[in-house]
């Protein structure tokens, strides 16, 4: 029978399994098995065969996330695993492409993933987009800031409410690229022991939120979401109330995050890492759906994309809109000029994330051309933060 990919259905899910445990090295509890199943069934998973053995698999799970304060589809790319003896022999690679293009069917316009390794997945056109920054914070430097008017109310993970969505749904749109939570999604990836503490004004409107876990003489904020400073000193100051219960308290936050900046101690061990990678499925939609600056200058991107050859080509972007040039046209249509900016999709990726400013990525070398056209590059990109809380 040889080799072959193919979708797999409900009778496939107990080898997607095993080859899970096993590349992945934990094991799934019989009692979560069923769960496991019905999860699965939200994903769409693509897998290679040889001779009935499934050798590598990969999973496309539907999500949106925020881009431009609007909700766009996007495939997230997770359980990429291959058994050891099927390795180096393109599996993956073939299983990525034939993901790439299912994904742009879906119209899911763009894709991201949490790398094992950067450097395996950039070859494939994902890129960072994002970096999480974790404050260390000694009980020396648990320092009140003035109090504010506002109140904290607590909640168990297991009694949710909607403040903590509405909360949620408005600091993301401050931000590129975070993910759109559903009722699902706060009810199943929330951490078992987790509390979450809610700063409400004087008016009782939820303005931020902590989810955190106190154990073993450590505090754990896992999101630190403020929507203004109030909320920022209110939710810092409860986490000082914790003073006599902790050692250190770690805060993962964004990299963008000003908390540090307003502390009576701003001098704490940070940590900023990079986190998850993005790539562009769709460049045309892409682009014609993404909102560039107002401007009446225009500059051609010229995109090469080895893995995704539907968005090779050149785009004129400017004057509120994008005219796209694809390679093979016929000889009467109008071919794109040679002048513009030449880059791959890593790098268009980065840019539109808003990870990177041409500037940097044309000191780089990631972009080619004329300085002038970079500088209209520059004026027709918004200056947008990215951002990603999540895991998949």
Not at 144 to 160: A, M
Not at 226 to 253: P, Y
Not at 353 to 374: C, D, N, Q, T, V
Request: glycine share 6%; charged share 30%.
């Amino acid at each position: 029978m040889g080799m072959e990919i193919k979708e797999l259905t409900e009778k496939d899910y107990t080898e997607s399994m095993k080859l899970s445990m096993y590349a992945f090295q934990y094991k799934i509890p019989e009692e979560s098995i069923a769960s496991r199943i019905e999860m699965l069934k939200r994903h769409r998973v693509i897998g290679v065969w040889e001779d009935h053995i499934l050798a590598a698999k990969l999973h496309i799970i539907p999500f949106h996330i925020y881009i431009n304060d609007q909700e766009w589809k996007m495939g997230g790319v997770a359980g990429v695993a291959t058994y050891p003896e099927f390795r180096r022999n393109g599996y993956v690679k073939r299983l990525i492409i034939e993901a790439l293009e299912r994904m742009r069917k879906e119209e899911q316009i763009v894709s991201l993933l949490h790398p094992f390794d950067i450097g395996f997945y950039r070859k494939f056109g994902w890129e960072v987009f994002t970096e999480n920054k974790k404050l260390l914070i000694e009980k020396k430097d648990l320092k009140f800031l003035e109090k504010q008017s506002g109140s904290i109310k607590r909640f168990h993970k297991e009694s949710h409410h909607p403040d903590i969505e509405t909360v949620y749904a408005q600091y993301s749109k401050k931000y590129m690229g975070m993910l759109v939570r559903d009722l699902t999604w706060w009810k199943n990836n929330i951490y078992d022991d987790s509390q979450i503490a809610v700063y409400y004004d004087n008016s009782d409107e939820a303005k931020g939120y902590i989810l955190f876990e106190v154990k073993e003489r450590k505090m754990d904020v896992h999101e630190f979401t403020t929507l203004d400073k109030e909320a920022r000193a209110g939710l810092w100051n409860f986490i000082c109330q914790h003073d006599s219960m902790v050692d250190q308290v770690s805060i993962l936050t964004s990299n963008h995050e000003l908390l540090p900046f307003i502390l009576q101690q701003p001098k704490v061990k940070t940590e900023v890492t990079p986190y998850f990678m993005a790539r562009i499925v769709d460049a045309e939609q892409c682009l014609q759906k993404y909102q560039f600056n107002d401007s009446t200058l225009k500059v051609f991107i010229h995109l090469e994309d080895e893995y995704a050859p539907w968005n090779n080509g050149s785009y004129l972007i400017g004057n509120g809109e994008v005219k796209v040039f694809k390679e093979k046209q016929g000889s009467n249509c109008v071919q794109p000029p040679q002048r513009g900016v030449r880059m791959d999709v890593n790098a268009l990726t980065a840019l539109l994330f808003g990870y990177k400013r041409p500037a940097e990525l044309f000191e780089l070398g990631y972009l080619k051309g004329p300085e002038s056209e970079i500088a209209v590059l520059e004026s027709l990109l918004p200056r947008y933060k990215p951002f990603f809380y999540d895991f998949f």
